[in-house]
């Protein structure tokens, strides 16, 4: 289990379609070019248009599924709504388990994203702090939780 406050916001200059990506990229790589991710987009999760506020949570899988690659093939799977705001804290939590993993909001008893096909398959890796172009992204508290051994 990964858990970590995070706060993002587009960087000061940047175009407006800038969201303020920000997230945690976990099973990477030693050299970091293959990596599984969940990022949020804060400025997504109170905006007036509908299908963006679908795109405020995210999940994508480095190089081979990146996620313009997901949203074409399996619209709305890898994506989801949660209420987020541009610069505030928010927790991220990430479970995964096998090719399983959840991410909830908040403190939320309920994952607001769920994927049940990791696009690596059962493998492990390091834990990274992720960040969009054009963001300005804040970390705190992190904190990892190895699985538990199978008896």
């Known amino acids: ?4 406050d995070v706060a993002g916001l587009p960087a000061e200059g940047s175009d407006a379609g800038a969201r303020g990506f920000v ?4 099973r990477t790589s030693d050299d970091g070019s293959k990596y599984e991710c969940f ?7 109170r905006a007036d248009n509908q299908l963006r ?5 995210q999940y994508a899988s480095y190089p081979e599924y990146p996620w313009n690659r997901l949203r074409q093939e ?8 949660a209420d987020l705001e541009a610069g505030v804290w928010t927790k991220l939590k990430i479970v995964v388990d096998g090719v399983h993993a959840r991410l909830f909001i908040n403190g939320a008893a309920q994952p607001a994203l769920v994927v049940n096909d990791l696009k690596h ?3 492990e890796g390091k834990v990274g702090l992720w960040i969009g172009s054009e963001a300005d992204a804040y ?10 051994s199978p008896r």
């Not at 289990?1 to 970590?4: C, G």
């Not at 990022?39 to 999760?45: D, K, S, V």
């Open 39 to 45: 990022w949020i987009r804060p400025t997504n999760g």
């Open 121 to 123: 398959g059962v493998t």
């Open 23 to 26: 997230g945690i990229s976990f």
């Open 74 to 81: 399996s619209p709305g799977v890898y994506e989801s709504y």
């Open 139 to 148: 970390f705190s508290n992190l904190k990892i939780t190895p699985a538990a």
């Open 1 to 4: 289990m990964i858990e970590v």
């Open 53 to 57: 506020r679908n795109h405020s949570t």
